[in-house]
């Protein structure tokens, strides 16, 4: 197989024709690997320099991407996932499902090779169902790494039934009770309870602006995250071209006519994520419209026959409420043995 380096941003444009294909091709086709969130990311936070690294077939098919890039950090020149760690959930080298074990051991060797040029390999928030998990720790010991595999968080997810009856069933007893309770009292309320989904006929940029204000007011961690200028600029950036894809589901919920809760969804290979959401606190919290929404949306889901329901990293107790079951999230780190 054929290796090539890219160092310099042009990477993104010179491979734009040839990378969602290989994704598509993947056993780990998530929308963080995609050509537009790596370079939007790559673009706004910019946190070291490039190595992209692709392994091509002899006839010059491509079969693997590592969308890489290198710092300096307490150890020495470190080698991450572009989109490592906070506003990216999954993920992985991209690797053609077909040929996994030959491109992985590709890439092993050239890590190998170029030993000289790095300290350690830091690969953050792989899926425990990657062969980056099951099999690349294996491959790069077979060439002298020294691996380990550390748990980083939890994503849990809803298998959807096919019915919002059979979702009612995948809750316990108490959970199920309370949900419907909400669900009466929000339906029962003098006030007007109404939701919608962003589409074309809405002006996106106000919404989303509409969106990050009503972010800000759910938490004081969310709050001070969109404080820093780079996390406010990368969903400005990001969303608009998602939107233009197809692959963003920004909703809301309205008490009279009031945003008091929303979700940015991402909308990707027949799932739903659940990417970030914001709540108005106050007035209507007796109406809990944050757990109405996603009500809204999982039902949603359901009717329009998506097979996966995922609220992505983080192990808040209202996911387990919902329905969610647990995914493991890993880092995988390796270095040459002395």
């Known amino acids: 197989m054929k290796i090539d380096v890219f160092e310099h941003e042009d990477a993104f444009d010179v491979l734009s024709v040839e990378w969602n294909d290989l994704l598509e091709r993947s056993a780990m086709n998530t929308i963080f690997s995609t050509l537009e969130w790596q370079k939007i990311w790559?673009?706004?936070?910019t946190p070291g320099n490039l190595w992209i690294i692709t392994c091509r077939d002899d006839s010059g098919h491509l079969m693997g991407i590592a969308p890489w890039f290198t710092y300096e950090g307490d150890q020495?020149?470190?080698?991450?996932?572009?989109?490592?760690?906070?506003v990216t959930d999954y993920l992985d080298v991209i690797i053609d499902k077909d040929c996994i074990e030959a491109v992985m051991q590709c890439y092993a060797v050239f890590l190998k090779d170029h030993q000289s040029d790095f300290s350690a390999l830091n690969l953050c928030n792989i899926p425990e169902k990657s062969p980056t998990f099951s099999a690349f720790p294996e491959i790069l010991a077979q060439h002298g790494f020294k691996t380990q595999m550390e748990q980083l968080d939890v994503a849990p997810a809803i298998q959807l039934p096919d019915e919002w009856a059979g979702y009612l069933s995948l809750l316990d007893k108490k959970n199920r009770h309370e949900l419907r309770r909400k669900m009466r009292r929000a339906n029962g309320n003098m006030h007007e309870v109404d939701?919608?989904?962003?589409?074309?006929?809405?002006?996106?940029?106000?919404?989303?602006?509409?969106?990050?204000?009503?972010?800000?007011?759910?938490?004081?961690?969310?709050?001070?995250?969109?404080?820093?200028?780079?996390?406010?600029?990368f969903f400005r950036e990001l969303i608009p071209v998602l939107f233009e894809k197809g692959w963003v589901q920004l909703n809301f919920l309205t008490v009279d006519g009031e945003a008091a809760a929303a979700y940015l969804n991402l909308d990707y290979d027949n799932q739903i994520l659940v990417y970030n959401s914001g709540l108005l606190r106050g007035d209507h919290d007796h109406l809990s419209p944050g757990i109405i929404l996603l009500a809204h949306n999982i039902r949603y889901a359901i009717d329009h026959k998506y097979q996966v329901f995922d609220f992505l990293r983080g192990d808040e107790p209202y996911k387990y409420h919902m329905g969610g079951k647990n995914m493991a999230v890993y880092a995988l780190q390796a270095q040459v043995n002395d």
Not at 76 to 86: E, T
Request: glycine share 4%; hydrophobic share 45%.
């Open 76 to 86: 020495g020149k470190i080698v991450s996932a572009i989109g490592c760690v906070d």
């Open 42 to 45: 790559w673009n706004v936070y």
């Open 195 to 233: 939701w919608y989904i962003v589409d074309d006929t809405h002006d996106l940029e106000e919404q989303l602006e509409l969106f990050i204000t009503l972010m800000a007011a759910s938490d004081s961690e969310k709050e001070e995250f969109l404080q820093d200028d780079m996390n406010t600029a």
